[in-house]
């Protein structure tokens, strides 16, 4: 089995299976103990940090600026700090008008986000740097980007949520001027991304590795891969899956990146895995280097990763 053979630098990490824990709204301070105990087999725990720029009025369900860090840090040694600005998604929680890359309709919620300007993409690139610069003071071992799940950069990404194609290309160098930066304040640099949106007209495979490569030149050391559509189900946890195949739906996606991107960057797959059958048989195919788990971290769940998996 390859579960314990190691990351090389700068992720070192000793096992390949990490946990994603999101925060909800209600939540208290720190880490759920169901999370924090099972996070204790896991080679990294990956804490979601939402970052609105400083003009926003609407708060997302996983938690804002104002949730301290420190004590979500030290849930574990290798903790790290995935930043993530809902966009479009904040209609699912808000009743403030939702932002996005462009006024687009959302056919889940039937709202219009607010198109940003040239000057928010400013505020929320600076939020995001200092939100970064508060994580890394504050202990965490690394940092991550979501341009994902529906999310701001995600729709920066996505041609059904933003249709005209030269504003996609400056949203696409904003995004890399962000990752350069990032880079420049640590070396484990992560970003999650939407390698193929599965709605009819979204993002392609094809450019989806594009953005991949383009990300890992801007300084990116992990891609996680995802995939989806743009307008996701309102719903914080999916339903456990009936059949192993519904597990796991970026797999491909993780093996075309592992195909197109250097050997020394971490290619991570994330979604819907759930059972210790499917990580197992990911890391055996070499469909990816390591696999994100979210959210089995909850009690019940079939899958409690063990740094002693051989």
Known sequence: MTLNRPLGPPWDLPSRVMGLHRRVVGEGPGVPGIVAGAAAGLAALWLERAV????ATGREALGGPSVPLEPLLAAHPRSLVMLT???????????????????????????????????????????????VEAALRAGAWGVGVEAARGHLWHSALSPLMCPDHDERARLRARLMTLVKELRGLTPRLAVSLVVEDVAVGGLPPR??????????????????????????????????????????????????????????????VAGAIRTEAVVQAALEARCCDAVVVGRPLREGSALIPRASTT
């Not at 609105?52 to 003009?55: R, S, T």
């Not at 059949?243 to 960057?265: C, I, Q, S, T, Y």
């Open 207 to 268: 450019e989806g590795v594009g953005v991949a490569r383009e990300l890992v030149d801007a300084g990116a050391t992990m891609v996680i891969a995802r995939v989806g559509g743009p307008h996701m189900v309102r719903r914080m946890d999916a339903p456990e899956p009936r059949f192993l195949e519904e597990e796991g739906p970026a797999l491909h996606a993780g093996k075309w990146l592992r195909a197109a991107l250097p050997g020394d960057v971490v290619v991570a």
């Open 85 to 131: 600005h809902g966009g479009p998604r904040t209609a699912d929680t808000s009743r403030d008008r939702p932002v996005a890359a462009a006024g687009v309709v959302d056919p889940i919620t039937g709202r219009t986000p607010l198109a940003l300007t040239s000057t928010q993409w400013d505020g929320i690139h600076a939020a995001l740097l200092r939100e």
């Open 52 to 55: 609105l720029d400083e003009g």
